[in-house]
């Protein structure tokens, strides 16, 4: 009788061993809700695309201590977009079709970011950015399934163009990288600018290649144009070449940028001089005021021990952005998301987003601010107080984008 119930025992055991491993593994798979990060992680622009990756990883760490998204853990797949169409909607759709991940983002390269919407309307996934600007993504490109929470270069522009304005610059120097987002950038500012201020002369228009080393001649042309500010959309590398490149040339005029508030482009100029004093505006800055952002800063450089500039706090806020989305659908389906997103107002680090259900564009706040030395944050120059232009300064309207797409 002991023999028959110890048989029976083992066999019992044995039984659970193999069975058991299987059920776990079941049941923590679907305890994961995967997002696909497909960002640059070589190449010249990989420092911008491993800040990216970081921010979405800290949103998913702060997610995960909170007890996860609905129970279930948040797990990042980073994904090398090479900064290539193609290789980025080649390496999202294996991922779909073997593990069905249906969430992705990305920061760098409207050029991806336009191939991304499109693979993800096709399969009926959701794709969000907080980095690819370039306006005809929201506009005549816009789909359902593409959420961009970030500004576009109309309402980046637009914000420029109000600073330059009032300032009473007349002759205005632009340049900017030949490629759909450089060239919306710049159309945008003069477009704004003309209307704003019709005595304001462009006095210099650049388009240069993405990727230049060289930019002594533009420089030279800007020079020899007389300008007295200077509009760059530029961004990385072409950024902090072209910046640092100026001064030993002779270029004395003031800069008002898109992203020089990226700490690595004035590490990377390596002159406070030639920094100190241009003008610097993003979504998201340091100093931005108020407590969300304090709490966010603290809990950041507790955990990794530097502060989460311009791309972290960009792509965190996005990422808890779409997080309270999927709370207010109560569902990972797609289409519950995309129904409970619209609408929505989120409130964080960078101050409140409102998701306008006619384009999927985030209305938010543009931060601005003053190069200085001496902040807190690090060695070298860096963004002074930031000051705020209001969403409503710098909105276009929904029948002026070119979205027809979404109902």
């Not at 994904?79 to 980025?88: C, G, H, I, R």
């Not at 304090?294 to 500039?309: L, Q, R, T």
Request: hydrophobic letters at 40%; aromatic letters at 12%.
């Amino acid at each position: 009788m002991r023999k028959s119930t110890f048989l029976w025992c083992a066999v019992v055991l044995a039984v659970l061993m193999v069975i058991l491993p299987s059920v776990n593994a079941f049941a923590a798979k679907e305890k994961v809700v995967k997002i696909g990060v497909v960002d640059p992680l070589s190449g010249n622009f990989k420092d911008i695309g491993d800040r990216y990756l970081e921010g979405v990883q800290y949103a998913a760490e702060v997610l995960n201590e909170r007890g996860g998204l609905l129970g279930h853990k948040v797990e990042i797949v980073p994904l090398d977009s090479e900064l290539k169409p193609d290789v980025a909607t080649r390496k999202a759709q294996k991922l779909m079709q073997k593990e069905d991940v249906k969430f992705f983002c990305a920061g760098v390269g409207s050029s991806v970011g336009g191939a991304m919407s499109k693979l993800c309307e096709r399969n009926n996934a959701l794709y969000y950015t907080y980095g690819q600007a370039a306006a005809s993504l929201t506009g005549e490109n816009c789909s359902r399934n593409f959420f961009r929470c970030d500004k576009n270069t109309d309402t980046h522009s637009f914000a420029l163009a109000n600073w330059v304005a009032k300032e009473g610059y007349k002759k205005v120097a632009v340049i900017a990288q030949d490629y759909s987002f450089g060239q919306q950038a710049a159309e945008a500012f003069i477009r704004k600018l003309n209307e704003l201020n019709p005595d304001a002369k462009i006095v210099s228009k650049i388009l240069h290649p993405i990727g230049t080393k060289d930019f002594a001649p533009y420089v030279s042309q800007i020079i020899s144009s007389g300008a007295e500010v200077v509009f760059t959309s530029n961004w990385g590398n072409d950024l902090t070449l072209l910046i640092k490149q100026g001064l030993p040339l002779g270029l004395k005029a003031k800069f008002v940028c898109y992203y020089l508030n990226d700490e690595n482009i004035i590490a990377g100029v390596a002159n406070d001089d030639a920094v100190v004093g241009h003008i610097a505006s993003e979504i998201y800055m340091l100093s931005i005021p108020g407590e969300k952002n304090e709490a966010f800063k603290k809990g950041f450089y507790e955990k990794k021990g530097y502060y989460p500039s311009y791309c972290r706090g960009k792509a965190y806020s996005a990422t808890m952005f779409w997080a309270e989305a999927v709370k207010k659908a109560g569902s990972f389906d797609v289409d519950k998301i995309i129904a409970a997103w619209e609408g929505m107002t989120y409130e964080g680090p960078a101050g409140k987003w409102y998701m306008r259900p006619c384009d999927h564009q985030t209305q938010l706040p543009i931060w601005m601010a003053e190069i200085e030395k001496g902040t807190p944050y690090y060695d070298h120059a860096f963004v002074g107080k930031a000051w705020m232009v209001p969403a409503e300064d710098i909105s276009v309207p929904c029948e002026e984008t070119g979205c027809t797409k979404i109902k």
